[in-house]
């Protein structure tokens, strides 16, 4: 058996599912007011674990709701990691909103059967599922159905753009920093930026801003395969070939890739939809450079690291084939979600014990840093291994710990940090260059 590959009946038994499988009549597409009734009724079901919001509005007026799993709904606890998923970003990209869907009827039925596997997942995480980021695009390849609907049609918002190529590039400016020893995290938006984004962009920048998520996936279809970041080359073809543009965590980025690709039903077997990809996961540039993703804007503006996951060659199959989809994808989803936690994670603290918020967490050889969240925690995904890890804050001394990972939960390393002398509170400015144009690339529409 391949390393991380588990098979279809072992992930029933994992999940408990040993009883009668859900039959076909359960599955249908939802339109949006189809979606936000079951939304409700899980909310309904499970009303002690659930919380249901709206990030913003579509062009069409339509609310982005995000149903949250937490033993705590509607609170950060420290040292509990926010996880998110996005669906249907594409309109005609339809799956990945009937899995989401889906996902949330599992997690409270699981829930309340006395899922121990997935209890623990509620209780220990903060998990934020928003089914659809692109509803009036959906709505759109809806009123065409899954037999005659276009490779194209309903892609886009309500304006016909696409919602994927639609974020602030900062890829740019990281690889301009990468040359100069800039910033390596959180890099500053453009000005104006606000203007220059679809009110569904908006929407979800805003989200990542209100949330310190850590790991997080965005659902599309057309293809079969796991995708991870940079989706940006740094340099044009060579002699034909795209080029793989790593980031610092590429390792980290694989495995997660993995682990969604060989918990897949057969995603790993690589030959798909007409294509081949190696243990059925895909660098993102390497495959076909793409410039304003929401993919690499999680891993350069926030501390999320996020994959896209391509699920389906069919971008809109009919609802017959959804019981399978949902099977083949059940134990990936549960899974993947439980990357979140792996590696170390901790507070920051002052001489007093008051948390430190916006505090840089580095690792000595990883050139991206995190930092602390207004409770002054961080979590840092890291696989297993040594490392020296240092925690530094304006107006303190940095502080620097020794960590050794190993495969299971979270290492908690927390640090505490001085008050830095007085004539040592200057702190070397960074780079602000904020908008760099970068040279003009063929433009292709792949399934991303």
Request: charged share 20%; with cysteine.
């Amino acid at each position: 058996m391949q390393r991380g590959r588990i098979l279809p009946w072992v992930a029933a038994l994992l999940l408990g599912l040993m009883g009668p499988l859900v039959c076909g009549s359960d599955f249908q597409h939802h339109r949006y007011e189809d979606m936000v009734r079951a939304l409700f009724a899980v909310q309904s079901e499970c009303p002690y674990v659930t919380r249901i919001y709206s990030i913003g509005r579509s062009v069409e007026g339509r609310h982005l709701y995000v149903l949250e799993f937490s033993d705590s709904p509607g609170i950060h606890e420290a040292l509990e990691p926010e996880f998110k998923y996005v669906g249907n970003m594409h309109g005609n990209e339809v799956l990945g909103r009937e899995l989401l869907i889906k996902l949330c009827q599992f997690m409270c039925e699981e829930y309340r059967a006395g899922n121990q596997r997935i209890t623990r997942l509620i209780q220990d995480t903060r998990i934020h599922i928003l089914p659809s980021m692109n509803p009036d695009g959906y709505e759109v390849a809806a009123k065409q159905g899954p037999e005659f609907n276009g490779y194209l049609v309903g892609r886009g918002n309500a304006k016909d753009i696409d919602l994927n190529r639609n974020f602030p590039d900062l890829n740019a400016l990281m690889y301009y920093y990468e040359k100069t020893n800039g910033r390596n995290h959180h890099l500053p938006l453009p000005d104006n930026w606000e203007q220059q984004v679809e009110p569904e962009t908006l929407a979800v920048i805003r989200w990542m801003q209100n949330y310190n998520f850590v790991l997080s996936a965005n659902l599309h279809g057309g293809a079969v395969v796991a995708n991870y970041p940079f989706d940006k080359s740094r340099d044009s073809r060579i002699r034909g070939r795209n080029t793989h543009a790593a980031t610092a965590d590429d390792k980290i980025f694989r495995k997660l890739a993995r682990t969604y690709s060989y918990a897949h039903s057969w995603m790993h077997k690589g030959w798909n939809c007409g294509d081949f990809f190696d243990e059925g996961i895909t660098n993102g540039a390497s495959w076909y450079s793409l410039s304003k993703g929401m993919q690499d804007f999680n891993y350069l503006y926030t501390n999320c690291f996020e994959i896209t996951l391509e699920l389906s060659c069919d971008k809109f199959p009919s609802a017959s084939a959804l019981p399978r989809e949902w099977l083949g994808n059940r134990e990936a989803l549960v899974s993947y979600l439980e990357q979140v936690h792996h590696g170390i994670k901790g507070m920051v603290y002052d001489e007093n014990n008051n948390p430190i918020g916006k505090a840089d967490v580095s690792v000595a050889g990883v050139n991206h840093d995190v930092t602390t969240g207004v409770d002054g925690d961080y979590f840092r995904l890291l696989l297993p291994g040594t490392y020296a890890v240092t925690a530094s804050a304006p107006g303190y001394v940095a502080s620097t710990s020794t960590v050794t990972v190993g495969p299971a939960e979270a290492i908690q390393l927390h640090f505490y940090l001085k008050k830095a002398p007085k004539q040592n509170l200057k702190v070397k400015p960074h780079n602000s260059k904020k908008n760099l144009s970068s040279p003009k690339s063929p433009f292709k529409l792949g399934p991303r």
